[in-house]
Each structure stands twice: as structure tokens, then as C-alpha cells.
């Protein structure tokens, strides 16, 4: 199944947009302060629920970062389940719909540990469950 993925935060970036989605603005949320940057386009899936009450988070892996405000047509590879204080905050991670490989699976593109690079650029201090779809 395909789904549209908004993206507010490129591929590379230390700065952290986030979208308000009452006007549809993006705006600068803050800079991460540590040497991480963002290993994948970082958005969310419109028409979606979290746990949070946002829209799902997703990741998208592309080889050159977009912008935000890009919609990307994308297809779910794996998810990392994940908690903070506020309960489940879910990241899908994908690959664009159009991917030429279309046996792409989460092993073959992040290996074990490079897995866990992902939930520490997004935020910090959060539990990790790796789900990786059949």
C-alpha cells in the first residue's frame, strides 16, 4: 500500500521543523545541539493517528534530502516502536514508492546497529522496539 509521506525535516539537517497542521506553516521547532543530524527525511503520513494524537511519523530513505513541504508517494518497509512520557511515538520507515528495488526490506538497507541511529536523531531518551515487517 502506498501513502503520501509530508516531509518537515530533510535528510543531513540539525534543524527541526515542524509542521502546524491547523495552517499548514512549517516552522523551526529547535536545533539539535549534538552532532547528530537526520539519517532519512523525516515527515509524517497525513490522515493518520498516533498514540500521540499527531499524525504517524515516518522516515523516508531517499539518497538526496528534499525540502519541507515535499510530499513524497512512499511505502512502509519497518516501524520502530517506541515510547516517551507522553506513550507510543511510532516511526515508519520507508522508501519511496517508485524505489526500483521492490524486495527493499529494513535488513537490507540498515543493518542491526545502524538501525538504532534513526530513534536517536529523532529524540533522545526514547524506548526502541525494531519492527521489521515479513
Known sequence: MDFDVTIEIPKGQRNKYEMDHS?????????????????????FIEETLGEDGDPLD???????????GCQIRSRAIGMFRMTDEMGGDDKVLCVPANDPRPGLRLSS????????????????????LWWPPE
Request: glycine letters at 6%.
Open 23 to 43: 495552517t499548514g506553516r512549517i516552522r523551526l521547532d529547535r536545533m539539535l545541539f549534538t552532532s547528530t543530524r537526520y539519517p532519512a527525511d523525516y515527515g
Open 109 to 128: 538497507v540498515f543493518p542491526e546497529n545502524a538501525a538504532l541511529e534513526a530513534p536517536r536523531a529523532t529524540s533522545s531518551g526514547k524506548a526502541l
Open 58 to 68: 515516518a522516515l523516508v530513505l531517499v539518497d538526496e534530502p528534499t525540502f519541507p
